[in-house]
């Protein structure tokens, strides 16, 4: 185990044996996201850097602790990247905290959210012991899969020391039209276009506009910019204006979602079958995923929220500027409520992790 | 390879019932048929008896899964009708104590079916209906019993099928495919059966009703789909799954390129993905198996080379058209000896009818042959050929070999003969020998065949004590009694210490001769 290793598994030692909870923390750029952050500061920041990367095994394994730009940079200088296109808040998240989060950027109904890349992790759990699963390979069912469970974890289960993800090439090429429609249109068009295999990697409804990202091998891209002209009229972004919309988009940076929300209302995120028809909500609504996540600003009472969500048979999440952030995610049925303790009992038995981040009774 | 019934269970206490302390004695005859009736009555009461099978002729069809060389009798066989009797039979299993296998269309290799002799398998193969399809989102909803091939053949009239296909498609089930986190030939393009699964509806041990996933994109709290798929059985029992469906594609086309070494060969493998290019499918024969199934299938494939590339394109015509275009000059690159591109789709399924039928094609050369499904690093591939030749030596038996070599996933097929114990007992240790390799260049012991009770030991290698024993809290955590498909995919410590000492005493193992590592 290597000297910083060594040091995070100490203090987690220490902690579990006085039962004093641990925050874990990477680069805080997702402070604001769950239950508040208790306990003293886990700092993974120092445990950083690029273990292996080898392009032609479409693999990078790096350490938690690493920049989320140095890692891109270096997939990008391979024609590589995340494909899932996590959200860089503020431009400083670190690796672990983008698995832990487990948040994923405009194409994720195309390509697959963040445990659909996570191959493997090295983890220290609640007794601060260095465990690994999964690997660096496409395929394998030896076990639990537990390195997939960790994405979108909150830290609950485990501060995670390394992680090996999947790392596929960018689109040969790209393209983004525009189009007019209102919301409900758009959702349909999306998901026609997509099931009559138009390459949508993302798409972005906002105030009657349906912005649709082509991305994938410059003829099918070409072909089918020009039939999606032909049926609907269409404006095609400049590479510059596109590559800065869907950027600004993926961070949060877009107009939408721009500042502080408005006095009193919280963001909420809705998520919903993508075919669903426009639900009823109560606000100036964003819809990506081609119908499968919808934002929108709301003072409505969290339990209006929650069923909207769930008549639709998805759900709801306080996403940012809750009053209560303690139910920021929506609540489990019984069973699975006592499965996610019994888990937390097997992981982190002193209870220090991340205590309250993903509910308050975990 | 010994049935499972015929050693005591490792570490079995006094306390533990008679079948577990002593399973050949007239104690624990008497203590099963006495159980038998027990759980006969119980679920008489929940199940018509057409439904119930416990006569050893009626049960017999379940004592094995794909992997025939275990076998065992189970208890009882019950074969529900509809969620609401999985249910029932499950709290009523609970409340007795008694263990539950559930069980799919039995097709598994690694032997995750296969019965507990004082337990029940659950046949799931009539919760077969399809519920709906929904054109616009894509996605089917279907009871675990459907078959994989029946999902896409649904949904074939709206230009969508089910991307994943295990060689087994045409018989194994959905809820099988979960179990196992099957994959196929079109992974490293399509993902395996966890990327193409939304929703999983099924029944805890006890037999309440539990949900993973949704059919949105997330779901609230911890992502526990990635735990259940993959998990053998062992943490719910699944009734009905809500799967994606994708665009077919408008076309196929196919390269069939020939190397003069497996060095060439792995290192194209290597070049395409290199070059940024996902082949919807990547495959590799190393020459001993082409000439197998050359000789079944008359393909024409090129019996001069060291071993066979099949890299597949799919999509639009023009996208085909382009990604083909590169993929030859990559090969051509590489050294390929001789490159053909599947003109139209008979030629196309012409060059993938002998990988389809490898294991039957296999099953021609010698009267019997173990599958092995270990995964490494793709680099390493000619390495790992090259490692395999010299165990053939080593262990006496011979070895063809076929790849999904764009995940690196391998299939090893070694031949032998079952009626010969010596050959038998070589194969295992020749199996064990190509899974430990696989750990030590950084791969895994399953890619996609499952541990099952046939990797237990190789699951010792792979795993330290304690990630072990992280995963059987795992289980206890769904399953708290531990009822649900016991002594399957996680070994116990116990027996993983008994697994370390057959290595270090290596004088006590019946080849002292054969080297190891």
């Not at chain 1, 919808?294 to 069923?307: E, G, K, L, Q, T």
């Not at chain 2, 057409?50 to 379940?62: C, K, M, N, P």
């Not at chain 2, 021609?364 to 793709?378: F, H, K, N, V």
């Not at chain 2, 090893?412 to 696989?438: V, Y």
């Amino acid at each position: 185990m290597d000297a910083v290793v060594t040091r995070l598994a100490d203090q987690i030692r220490g902690a579990a044996a006085g039962a004093a909870p641990l925050c874990i923390r990477g680069s805080g750029s997702k402070d604001f996201y769950g239950g508040v952050p208790v306990g003293a500061p886990l700092e993974m920041g120092e445990l950083r850097g690029i273990c292996s990367y080898e392009p032609t095994e479409m693999v990078i394994t790096a350490r938690a602790g690493t920049p989320l730009a140095e890692v891109e940079a270096a997939l990008a200088e391979k024609g590589q990247c995340l494909a899932f296109e996590p959200p860089r808040f503020g431009g400083k998240g670190t690796l672990g905290g983008m698995v832990a989060a487990g948040l994923a950027g405009p194409a994720r109904a195309s390509v697959g959210g963040v445990r659909d890349f996570v191959l493997g992790v090295s983890l220290l759990d609640g007794r601060g012991e260095l465990l690994q699963f999964g690997g660096q390979v496409m395929k394998n069912v030896a076990g639990y899969d537990v390195s997939r469970v960790l994405a979108g974890s909150l830290g609950v289960l485990g501060a995670i020391a390394e992680v090996s993800l999947k790392v596929p090439p960018v689109g040969a090429a790209r393209q983004t039209l525009v189009f007019d429609l209102d919301q409900g249109a758009a959702i349909v068009q999306a998901q026609q276009w997509t099931s009559l295999a138009v390459p949508i990697r993302a798409s972005a409804w906002h105030q009657g506009r349906l912005h649709v990202r082509l991305e994938g091998a410059l003829a099918a891209v070409e072909s089918n910019a020009v039939r999606l002209c032909a049926s609907h009229a269409a404006t095609a972004l400049e590479p510059e204006a596109a590559a800065a919309y869907w950027s600004d988009l993926r961070d949060h940076e877009h107009a939408f979602f721009r500042g502080p929300p408005p006095d009193g209302q919280t963001l909420w995120r809705i998520a919903v079958p993508p075919a669903h028809p426009p639900l009823d909500l109560p606000g100036d609504t964003l819809v990506e995923w081609g119908g499968g996540q919808r934002w929108v600003f709301s003072d409505a009472p969290a339990s209006h929220m929650r069923a909207i969500a769930e008549r639709a048979g998805g759900h709801a999440t306080a996403f940012r500027g809750a009053p209560e952030r303690a139910e920021t995610f929506a609540p489990l049925q019984p069973a699975l409520e006592r499965i996610h303790r019994r888990l937390k009992a097997a992981f982190d038995p002193a209870g220090i992790f991340n205590r309250g981040r993903l509910y308050p009774w975990l | 390879m010994a049935t499972a019934s015929s050693t005591a269970r490792p570490g079995a206490k006094p306390a533990d019932p008679p079948w577990d302390v002593d399973p050949d004695s007239a104690r624990a005859a008497a203590a099963l048929v006495a159980r038998q009736s027990q759980v006969l009555a119980a679920l008489a009461r929940i199940l018509p008896a057409e439904s119930l099978l416990y006569r050893h002729e009626d049960t017999v069809a379940f004592e094995c899964d794909g992997l025939t060389a275990y076998r065992q009798s189970p208890l009882v066989v019950a074969m529900p009708h509809n969620e609401e009797q999985v249910a029932q039979i499950l709290q009523q299993c609970h409340d007795l104590g008694v263990p539950v296998v559930a069980r799919g269309a039995g097709t598994g290799l690694s032997g995750g079916a296969l019965p507990h002799r004082a337990g029940v398998t659950l046949s799931l193969a009539r919760l077969n209906r399809i519920r709906h399809i929904d054109p616009l989102g894509r996605t089917a909803v279907v009871q675990c019993g459907v078959r994989n091939l029946a999902i896409s053949e649904a949904a074939a009239p709206l230009g969508l099928y089910y991307a994943p296909d295990p060689s087994s498609q045409i018989a194994c089930s959905i809820g099988g495919n979960i179990a196992e986190n099957s994959g196929g030939v079109h992974c490293l393009k399509y993902g395996l059966t966890l990327h193409n699964v939304l929703c999983i509806r099924g029944y805890t041990a006890e037999g309440e009703s539990v949900q993973f996933g949704s059919a949105a994109l997330d779901a609230p709290g911890l992502d526990l789909v990635p735990l259940v798929v993959g998990s053998e059985g062992m943490l719910a029992v699944v009734t009905e799954v809500t799967v994606r469906l994708t665009p077919k594609p408008q076309l196929a086309q196919c390269i069939m390129a020939s190397f003069e070494t497996i060095e060439t060969a792995g290192a194209a493998v290597a070049d395409i993905i290199g070059a940024g290019i996902v082949p919807a499918g990547l495959e590799l024969m190393d020459k001993p198996m082409t000439a197998a199934v050359e000789n079944f299938v008359h393909a024409g494939y090129d019996l001069e080379a060291a071993a066979i590339l099949l890299c597949e394109s799919d999509g639009t015509i023009e996208e085909v058209a382009e990604e083909i275009g590169r993929m030859r000059a990559v090969l051509e690159g590489s050294g390929a000896t001789r490159i053909e591109v599947s003109r139209d789709e008979a030629q196309r399924l012409r060059f993938w009818s002998g990988r389809k039928n490898a294991f039957p094609a296999s099953g021609g050369l010698s009267p019997d042959y173990m599958c092995m499904d270990s995964t490494i690093p793709r680099r390493r591939l000619a390495e790992m050929l090259r490692a395999i030749e010299s165990m053939e030596g080593k262990y006496g038996l011979r070895c063809v070999n076929v790849f999904h070599a764009g995940d690196g996933n391998l299939h090893p097929l070694i031949l032998f003969d079952a009626n010969d114990p010596d050959q038998l007992h070589r194969c295992e240790l020749f199996g064990a020998d190509i899974l430990e390799t696989s750990v030590h260049m950084g791969g895994t012991v399953s890619g996609e065949h499952g541990v099952g009770v046939e990797k237990l030991n190789s699951m010792c290698v792979q795993f330290s004590a304690v990630e072990r024993e992280l995963m059987l809290a795992i289980k206890r955590a769904f399953d708290p009694a531990e009822l649900l498909n016991p002594g399957k995919a996680v070994p116990t410590l116990q027996r993983c210490a008994e697994y370390g000492k057959m290595h270090v005493h290596r004088g006590m193992m019946p080849f002292p001769d054969l080297p190891r590592f």
